[in-house]
């Protein structure tokens, strides 16, 4: 148990340092959804972290989302709480954990861009990530009553794991 505190404990600052790396000058605050941002709204940010990473993403301009997760068939085993059937249908059969890895840290990254709670992540949100590269593109969708939209997500695999985040809001909703 007290690794594990440490190891929350190390992720905790180092999410914090990167954003002070990156805003020098301003507070990290979380709102009443619990969702982090800093102090004043001067930018949008998001963080992540798992096993010996940390990872930061910030936009001076729109909501965004990143997530990190270790590669692991452990995936496999949580599919059925956030795969739909026009998820699975996205599945390189190749890389189904890389696949599967894909879609749960694209929903992460929806999930953290929205910062509402009730968010389903088979009913609200799809992800189609196609055959699976190094590091790719692809697109995925938030599917609620109040907000319907389509976002371009970028990701990369590096050390046993894979970073994605949302790069843009397409133009198709």
């Not at 001067?42 to 001076?60: C, E, L, P, R, T």
């Not at 009730?118 to 599917?143: K, M, N, S, W, Y």
């Amino acid at each position: 148990m007290t690794s594990m505190t440490e190891n929350r404990m190390q992720h905790y600052y180092a999410c914090r340092l990167l954003a002070q790396q990156c805003y020098p000058d301003k507070q990290v605050v979380k709102d009443s959804h619990g969702k982090p941002h800093l102090h004043d709204d001067a930018a949008h940010m998001s963080w992540s972290h798992s096993g010996k990473y940390a990872v930061f993403i910030g936009n001076d301009h729109e909501a965004t989302g990143i997530d990190l997760e270790q590669v692991s068939p452990r995936i496999q085993r949580i599919q059925y709480k956030f795969c739909n059937a026009a998820d699975l249908k996205h599945i390189d059969p190749q890389f189904h954990n890389e696949s599967l890895l894909l879609i749960w840290t694209a929903k992460e990254c929806l999930y953290k861009l929205y910062g509402k709670k009730e968010v389903d992540f088979r009913q609200h949100l799809t992800a189609e990530p196609g055959p699976v590269q190094q590091e790719g593109r692809f697109t995925a969708h938030i599917h609620k009553p109040d907000f319907h939209a389509s976002f371009e997500m970028e990701y990369s695999f590096f050390d046993g794991y894979v970073v994605t985040w949302v790069l843009q809001k397409t133009n198709r909703a």
